[in-house]
C-alpha cells in the first residue's frame, strides 16, 4: 500500500499542471472590465488600509483611480473637476473607480490637501482617499498613513488588489458586432502579443479589450501614444497566430516570433495594437454572399447595416465604419482592397506610392503590386500615423497645391442627391485650389492618341487587360500557394487544405491559362503604362510635387446588398480608374465627402449610403494629398464622419 501510495504520489507531482493567470473581467458600474495579468506597480499600504478600500465587497480586485494634480492645494473644487475631465477624455474610466484614490502632484512646488474633503468624495462612493508623499506636510496634522509606488504610474483607472496592492492596467470591454475582428490582443511585456481572454456574457460576438487612453501621452518620439489600432490579419505579430483568412492555415502554422516591419514601426511610434481583423481568403476579393466560406464576412454597418463591406481590408473598414472605440485600420492594397473598404465604409483610405515601407512577415498577393495603408474617420490622426508608417519615404515639403484638376467619369449634372454632392464638393475643391474649370480626360482616349510605340497599337483595355491578373495569380501561387500546400500535406497524410472559391478561380487562371512568360510580359506593359502615365497625364512638379489632381467616383450611394446571389467568380480581368494606381505606382486616396439616401428593401424605410471620392496624384506625392485632406478639413469642405449607420 506504501509503495503504491509514494507511486501515485510520483506520478502527481510530475504530472503537476502549470497555473497562470490570464487575468480577470470584472463589472464596475454595468460596465464590463478586463484587468489585465501583469501588475505595473503596487502600492505601499497597510492590510488595514488595503481592508478599508475593499470593504463591502468580497472580491480582490477593487476599482482604483490614480489623479494626477498640478495645482498648489486639493479642494473640494478640483476634485470633481478632474473626474469630469477623466470621463469626458476616457471611455475607460468611470465615476465606479473612485471607490478607491490614490492621489499624486505633478508640479515642484509643495502641495496641501484642504480638508474637509468628505462630501465630494462620499458623493463618487470613494471609500479610500490615499494621498502621496508630496501631500506630507499638509497629511501630518491629519494623521493619515503615507504611501508610494513600488514604480510611477499615469492618472487613470486601475485595478488594485486588496490583499497585495498591486495595481493592474484596466481594458475596457467592447463587443465586436459588426464581426470585424478575428482576435482582441494585449501586449507582454517582451514585446510580444497575447490573446485577450475575455468575454461579455451574453454578446454572441467577439470581446475587445481597450487600455485606458489615460495610461498614454503623446511626444515627438510616440505620436501615436494611445491611438488604438486593428491589424489586418495578413501581417504577423510576434506572439499570435496569422489566419491570412483560412482555417486550415491558421492551425497548421504556430504563433509567429517576428512582428511585421509594418506594424512595428506603428508600435514604437506608441501606437496601441488592439486586435487582429478580417480580411477576405488570402487577400482576394470577395463578395460577402457567395465567397466566404471559411469565415463569415464582416458586417458594413452604413445604411441598413446588409451592404457588402467590400474586401480585403473588409475587418478595417467595417471596424472603422462603427467603432468609436477604434481609430485607425491597416490593411493593404493590392488591387482595391483599402480603396473599396473605405469606400464603401464611409472613410479615408489610402494606397500608397508603391514601395513606401517594406511589406517582410506580411503575407503576399503580388510584390509588384502589394502595399500597406490606412483606413480611419480622421484625416489629422491619418497623416501622422502615415508619417510614423512610411518615415521619411513621405514628404510635405511642397510649395503649394496644384491648381490643376483632372477628372474621369465625373458628374456634370445633377441628376441625383449623391451627383449633387460630388458636382458641389468639385466646384468647393476648384476655388479652394484657385484651379480653371476641371479638365475632363478619359485615359483610353489619350492612350489612342499617344501611346508609347512599345505598346504596339493596343487599346489600352487590350494591354493591361490581363496584367492584374497575370502578377496576382502566378506571383501568389508561387511564393505562397506552393509552400502553404507542401506543408499542409506534410502535416496531414498528403491531404489538401479548403481554399474558398475565389483564390482557387484565381491560382487556376494563373497556372492554367497563362504562360511563365506572360507573367515577364506583365512585368513590362505595366512599366510601359507606368512611364506613360507620369509623362502624359499627372506629372511630377517642383512646386506641387504633383502638377495636377486626377478625380474620380469612389461610391455613389449605390445599394449592393449582402443577401444578394452572384454569379461564379471568375479572374479579374479587365481595366478601370481602380488600376490605374496599382499598375503606375502613384498614390491613390479616398475622401468621404457626403452620403445620399435610397429606400433600402431590407427596413423599408429611407437609409444613407457613403459618397466618396478617389484622388490620384503623382508618385511619391502621398505627403500632398494627406496635407490636402487636412486643409480641406479645416476649411470645411470635408467633414470627419460619425461611426453607425448615418456618417453625417
Known sequence: MVKGLLHLLALAAAASASVSSSGQTLVVNGINYYAAPEAVTAISATADMLTSASRGTDIDLIPLTVMVDSSSQFTTNVFPTLVSNYTASDDVFNVGFLQSIYLTHSGSAPATVKYPLGAALTEFGTKFFMPARAYTSSIQSQGYNFTGWRTAVPAGPYFMSASTGEVFQAYRLYSDVQGAFTEGLKPNTDGSYSILSAAIPGAQSLTIGVPSKMYYTKTADKPLAGVRVGIKDIYDIAGIKTSCGNRAYYDLYPPRTVTATAVQ????AGAIIIGKMKTSQFANGETAT??????HSPFNIRGDGYQDPSSSSSGPGAGIGAYDWLDIGLGSDTGSSIRGPSEVNGCFGNRPSHGLVPLDHVMPLSPNLDTAGFLTRDPYLWHEAAKALYLTNITSSFKSFPRKILTSGFPTTRDNEADSILVDFLSKLQTFLGAPT???????????????????GASLSSYLGIVYPVLISRQQYSL????????????????????????????AFGQNNVSADASVQALQNKTVFMDWFASKVVLPSEETCSDSVLIYVGSDGSSNYRNVYFSAPGPPTGFGLSRVSPLSEVPDFVFPIGQAAYNSTITLKEEYLPVTIDIIAAKGCDGMIFALAEALTTAGILKIPKTGSVMY
Open 265 to 268: 514601426r506603428l508600435i514604437d
Open 290 to 295: 457567395a465567397d466566404w466560406v471559411d469565415y
Open 480 to 507: 505562397f500557394t506552393l509552400p502553404f500546400h507542401a506543408d499542409y500535406a506534410a502535416a496531414h497524410q498528403g491531404r489538401r487544405p479548403f481554399i474558398d472559391p475565389v483564390p482557387l478561380v484565381r491560382w
Open 438 to 456: 476641371p479638365t475632363p480626360i478619359t485615359l483610353s482616349t489619350l492612350w489612342s492618341a499617344s501611346a508609347p510605340a512599345a505598346a504596339g
